[in-house]
């Protein structure tokens, strides 16, 4: 994938030096909230790198990087639903975890940032772990659902996929995931300070886009790739909930980038 956009990185830029004016002294949490291969990790990247160079000590905490680990998720598994095994939805992350990290940060200290081994699909030793410059001033928190909110009970009426209607045609899964984002996730996504959206151009395109990153991993015969049927499946996990950001998202986010289906910004946005 190429780098970010120079127009789009210096825009962003702009409206991070904008927010931190108006915040003041301390630690200034900037959400980016992007659907699978939209290229936010790449951007978060960027704009930390720019920062750092502009004298702004930066850091990027990602959601897939604060999941709960393995054992954690096989107990929701037992106990709950057979879907919560498997890394994604709401529930499935250590929200207390992100809260103490971001604790931490705002109490100036060096801390260190959680990583996930997707191989593994469990945590990465904590000793391999990097760590936030000290008196850290922009917190870049990235993420596919970072910002979301829940939707109506009533939505969760019928199932949207054929994921949902074979393996979760009482919705339990669903609800646990839409409960979770009205209870822990709240406090978490409450913290954003500047909320930032790149906005598919639809659903359709997040499987071209989640296919795209898995080619490398599969010509490199990595043990975590997918082959295309594995991995049209592991996207019908995050297809609600993303729906429903491109849906719900765009009238309150701070930025709202449009997207189009090569990742650019859409002409006219």
């Given amino acids: 994938m190429a780098g970010p956009n120079p127009h789009l990185l210096h825009i962003l830029l702009a409206r991070i030096d904008t927010a931190l004016a108006v915040h003041g002294p301390g630690l200034l949490i900037v959400g980016l909230c992007g659907a699978q291969g939209s290229g936010k990790s790449t951007l978060a990247a960027a704009l930390v790198a720019e920062l750092g160079a502009n004298g702004l000590p930066a850091a990027t905490l990602s959601l897939d990087d604060i999941y709960l680990t393995r054992a954690e998720r096989q107990q929701l598994a037992s106990s709950i639903h057979p879907l919560l095994a498997t890394r994604g939805v709401p529930g499935t992350h250590d929200v207390a975890l992100g809260l103490q990290t971001i604790a931490a940060l705002k109490r100036g200290e060096a801390v260190a940032l959680p990583r996930f081994d997707k191989g593994l699909d469990d945590r990465a030793p904590q000793a391999s772990w990097p760590r936030a410059p000290a ?28 994921l949902e209607e074979r393996e979760d045609a009482q919705g339990i899964w669903r609800s646990y995931a839409n409960s979770a984002l009205a209870g822990p996730y709240r406090d978490l996504f409450c913290a954003i300070d500047l909320l930032i959206l790149l906005a598919a151009p639809g659903w359709d395109v997040v499987a071209q886009w989640r296919e795209e990153q898995e080619l490398p991993l ?52």
Avoid: K
């Avoid at 594995?230 to 980038?257: C, G, K, N």
């Fill in 218 to 269: 599969r010509r490199a015969r990595a043990a975590q790739a997918m082959d295309p049927a594995a991995l049209a499946s592991f996207i019908q996990h995050y297809e609600r909930l993303t729906r429903w950001i491109l849906e719900e998202m765009p009238q309150r986010a701070d930025v709202v980038v449009q997207l189009d289906r090569q990742r650019g910004v859409a002409a006219g946005a």
């Fill in 135 to 162: 008196q850290c001033r922009v917190l870049l928190l990235e993420g596919w659902c970072v910002g979301a909110v829940p939707q109506a009970t009533a939505a969760l009426a019928s199932p949207i996929n054929a």
